[in-house]
């Protein structure tokens, strides 16, 4: 589902933020990725979203070559994609429900297909009875579950999350990395960046590990005593 093939990716200041990294990540397989502030993480992930370009390598996801999309084929890349923040980033002046369809509004959808398919994420996320709420009116743990509904709503094959539990207690955390692990039964692919080495030595799933932008460490079961 992504592939990395001997990526660099090189700042106009001389920035090496990644330096020949490889790696594949199959559909269906839920993976932590983690490293120090300034690994390389985000960049990883900007790559993945087409926020930036490798300066050498390639990137494929789905098996396709993301050197070969234009500019104006980025929008259609992103829809396979589903990204959850640790920062949930919701319109706090609409419902769950306008918050959830969001996606599926730009993207051009049906009223009755939104419909269908925000209930059917809300569901998922175990929000369906609060979907004319106002997220502030809801916990952190459930304003999560709501990024994670919308980042799902439109049944991507690739879910990423930036640091989705750093701001969750540990029973919140495990909460959120049981839907993480439920997407992935399903075929869904993850890819989770963390700081939260005790989050991730929790759960049996391929550790990749980044080191001032080289990837040091592909490890395919992490245990608790890792």
Do not use: C, W
Request: hydrophobic fraction near 40%; charge should be neutral; charged fraction near 25%.
């Amino acid at each position: 589902m992504i592939e990395f093939d001997r990526v660099t990716k090189r700042y106009a200041n001389g920035k090496e933020a990644l330096k020949d990294v490889s790696f594949l990540l199959p559909a269906g397989e839920l993976t932590f990725l983690t490293g120090h502030s300034g690994a390389g993480k985000s960049t990883l992930l900007k790559l993945i979203m087409m926020i930036e370009r490798p300066s050498t390598g390639t990137v494929q996801i789905d098996n396709q070559n993301l050197d070969h999309i234009g500019n104006s084929g980025i929008p259609f890349l992103r829809r396979k994609i589903g990204m959850v923040h640790q920062s949930h980033h919701l319109l706090f002046d609409r419902s769950v429900y306008d918050n959830v369809a969001l996606p599926l509004i730009i993207a051009g959808f049906k009223p009755a297909d939104i419909g269908r398919r925000v209930r059917a994420a809300l569901d998922k996320v175990g929000l369906l009875d609060k979907e004319k709420l106002n997220p502030m009116m809801l916990s952190g743990g459930e304003q999560q579950r709501i990024g994670i509904a919308r980042a799902v709503v439109n049944k991507p094959p690739l879910l990423l999350a930036d640091e989705p539990t750093g701001n969750l207690d540990p029973a919140l955390s495990a909460e959120i990395m049981d839907l993480f692990e439920d997407f992935a039964r399903v075929g869904v692919s993850v890819l989770i960046a963390t700081h939260d080495l005790s989050l991730i030595a929790q759960y049996q799933h391929r550790l990749l590990t980044l080191r001032d932008g080289h990837l040091i460490t592909d490890r395919e079961e992490v245990g608790i005593d890792a």
